[in-house]
T-cell receptor
């Protein structure tokens, strides 16, 4: 699986958009980008995933660059409850093992 | 629809004791996983299962055993607990698209 690089921490003002970057320059053609988050002491929560097109759901938007070497997770109107560690994971879709490899992630702090 | 549930939520063991952690899911997922998370670290895969009756080792399987007798349940066993197994244990279930749903975790302390 391709390695991902994320900033260690970020701050965001409540009500503003939070843009979390992720670099995955060695991503291969059959690998998807997944985003999960972990709110303190809770189990990780799936947010969104995509291959090459931009994706949006009720939680967030995922923007993947045309060369697929980087992506950005966008939380359009961050709230205090969005304070969490956000993980960017690159994984082959439908891999036989299916486990996720969690790195250190980005600690997002939403401030009032 | 409860999703993924884990039992117990907390447990304190003495070195050498045994215990079983239970994970249950009601989403009819084929895949189930056990991860552990130590302070300041990401999750590491212990064991996983791609279907009823099948299990496989993950990244850190030593000291643990698992069983998947029913599709909805995945059990993690510690035969002889050690202080190094003090951790938070998360169970997850999912399908082949790598969308996984996690339980609330079990906080285990081994003295």
């Amino acid at each position: 699986d391709a390695k991902t690089t994320q900033p260690t921490s970020m701050d965001c003002a409540e009500g503003r958009a939070a843009n979390l970057p992720c670099n995955h320059s060695t991503i291969s053609g059959n690998e998807y980008v997944y985003w999960y988050r972990q709110i303190h002491s809770q189990g990780p929560q799936y947010i969104i995933h995509g291959l090459k097109n931009n994706e949006t759901n009720e939680m967030a938007s995922l923007i993947i660059t045309e060369d697929r070497k980087s992506s950005t997770l966008i939380l359009p109107h961050a709230t205090l409850r969005d304070t969490a560690v956000y993980y960017c994971i690159v994984r082959v879709y439908g891999g036989s093992q299916g486990n996720l490899i969690f790195g250190k992630g980005t600690k997002l702090s939403v401030k009032p | 629809n409860a999703g993924v549930t884990q039992t117990p939520k907390f447990r304190v063991l003495k070195t050498g004791q045994s215990m079983t952690l239970l994970c249950a899911q009601d989403m009819n997922h084929e895949y189930m996983y056990w991860y552990r998370q130590d302070p300041g670290m990401g999750l590491r895969l212990i064991h996983y299962s791609v279907g009823e009756g099948t299990t496989a080792k993950g990244e850190v399987p030593d000291g643990y055993n698992v069983s998947r007798l029913k599709k909805q349940n995945f059990l993690l066993g510690l035969e002889s607990a050690a202080p190094s197994q003090t951790s938070v244990y998360f169970c997850a279930s999912g399908s082949r698209d790598n969308t996984q749903y996690f339980g609330p975790g079990t906080r285990l302390t081994v003295l």
